[in-house]
């Protein structure tokens, strides 16, 4: 009974946010908007069980991605009196592509047989992770990392550039 | 398992109950008086001019790249934080404190590079 409400409210702020984040005709208030989407699915992970998503959702894209978004909203010139002329253009064929996305995702839905995992799968998963990590998947943890670093070392290489350029 | 997180529900209700309830205490309390010279934003007795919406410094999306790496480096991290206890019970200390050490030696790379590249200092005007 809980469950459901919670689920319920959860579901709401996130489509709401989503929606502000959608019509919004500031791009800063998208972009904050944004919190209460991320927000809203990190505790839809929750419901479903999966704690370490939870924790993941909250610490990089509300922690992280957020951040690098609202910055790099903030960095671009005179973004609160931006004027988008063909916004009546737009708005057709965009509605045109969601309705069909939006179908092709309900047909998607119905079709899926989704199977009831039972209680068992409720069980926190952040520790099978961990073993996981340090067992059979050793390597790729510690590929991530290999990963990771070529991801900075590229990320820092391109941004460099045009930072130095504006500043 | 969700009784661990009925505190957090907890919480954040008592938190939004607390926040709502107060401002609308406030709301309800107070003389309302507003006039334009009131509504100025505060800024040490000078009146305010243009927008508040500057642009940023573009030295703060570096860092905020550089920031995001080590978040997920930290999301790496966390599981097996979560079962290193168990892990020097079993009485693999050493294995499972040398993986992580593996994985943070390889991250400092990354670090030592921007810093020696000098991506963390802040961007002159002038030319290099």
């Known amino acids: ?167 | 398992m969700y009784f661990d997180y009925a505190v957090v529900l907890t919480l954040t209700l008592i938190g939004i109950v607390l926040l709502a309830g107060l401002m609308g205490l406030q709301k309800l309390l107070a003389p309302s008086n507003p006039f334009a010279r009131k509504l100025m934003p505060y800024e040490c007795g000078e009146p305010p001019t243009g927008n508040a919406w500057i642009n940023f410094n573009v030295r703060f999306y570096l860092i905020a790249l550089v920031f995001v790496i080590f978040e997920v480096e930290v999301a790496f991290i966390y599981p097996v934080a979560a079962v290193y206890l168990d892990w020097v019970r079993r009485g693999q200390r050493w294995f499972a404190l040398s993986e992580i050490l593996i994985f943070l030696l390889i991250l400092f790379v990354g670090l030592i590079y921007v810093w020696v590249k000098r991506d963390l200092e802040w961007v002159k005007k002038v030319p290099d």
């Open chain 1, 1 to 167: 009974m809980i469950a459901v409400i919670v689920f319920w409210t959860l579901a709401v702020i996130t489509v709401l946010s989503a929606m502000i984040t959608a019509f919004s005709r500031n791009i800063v208030y998208s972009a904050f908007a944004l919190l209460g989407s991320f927000a809203g699915v990190a505790g839809i992970y929750l419901l479903l069980g999966a704690d370490f998503l939870f924790i993941i959702q909250i610490f990089i894209y509300i922690g992280g991605i957020l951040v690098v978004t609202i910055f790099a909203v903030m960095l671009t010139q005179g973004v609160a009196d931006m004027n988008i002329s063909n916004r009546i253009v737009g708005l057709i064929p965009a509605a045109l592509i969601a309705l069909l996305a939006g179908a092709v995702m309900l047909e998607a839905i119905l079709r899926t047989p989704w199977p009831h995992p039972g209680t068992a799968a409720l069980n926190p998963t952040t520790h099978a992770i961990g073993n996981a990590f340090l067992g059979p998947f050793l390597l790729p943890f510690e590929i991530a990392s290999v990963v990771l670093l070529a991801a900075l070392i590229g990320a820092i290489v391109i941004s460099r550039q045009a930072a130095r350029a504006e500043a």
